[in-house]
């Protein structure tokens, strides 16, 4: 799956937004400015950010909205994805800046951060869904994990999310589970 560049940007930064949420293995990690800080530096925008709490706040209340797209298939996604681009007055444009190629805005330059959050990802679920490529929007499937994530791999095998070392620990009690078999 090939998708361009501020496609894949988009929906990692939703995924790392959503498992800010607190989750099964994880407490709720977008709480001050100073998370907000660090999860900008990881995946950053450029909208206008004031990084105060009030910013914050605006930020977490979108997370709900974004971890919706994960409980429903392509065809569920559609009214999600068309809600946030209708609250977000998104109305797409070209534009090149700060050494990345064309790509798309779909909000105005001083849009809230968490408005061009929400359209940016609602963008991106749009080609996933333009591609028919919905089947790669996942949860993680460990026994004790509900963080979320974009399949990247050629062929659409990955099970765990990369939140939690979930792929190691799930082999490890595998391991072990096949080992207390075998010597039992």
């Given amino acids: 799956m090939v998708f361009i560049h501020d496609t894949k940007q988009a929906l990692t930064a939703a995924v790392a937004l959503v498992n800010t949420l607190p989750g099964q293995l994880r407490a709720d990690t977008l709480r001050t400015p100073e998370d907000l800080d660090a999860y900008l530096v990881i995946n950053p925008y450029s909208a206008v950010t004031r990084r105060d709490q009030a910013q914050v706040d605006a930020v977490r209340g979108i997370r709900p909205r974004l971890r919706a797209l994960w409980d429903v298939d392509r065809v569920g996604a559609v ?19 700060d050494g990345y190629d064309w790509h798309i805005h779909a909000t105005d330059d001083d849009a809230p951060l ?7 990802a609602a963008m991106a679920f749009v080609d996933v869904i333009r591609a028919d490529e919905y089947d790669r ?13 974009v399949d990247y791999s050629k062929n659409g095998s990955k099970r765990y999310c990369d939140t939690g070392n979930c792929g190691n620990r799930m082999n490890v009690i595998a391991y072990r589970q096949r080992k207390a078999r075998g010597s039992a």
């Fill in 79 to 97: 009214p999600l994805v068309n809600g946030m681009l209708h609250d977000g007055r998104a109305l797409p444009r070209l534009t090149i800046h």
């Fill in 114 to 120: 968490a408005t061009r959050i929400m359209v940016e």
């Fill in 137 to 149: 929007v996942r949860i993680c499937t460990a026994d004790d994990c509900d963080a979320v994530y």
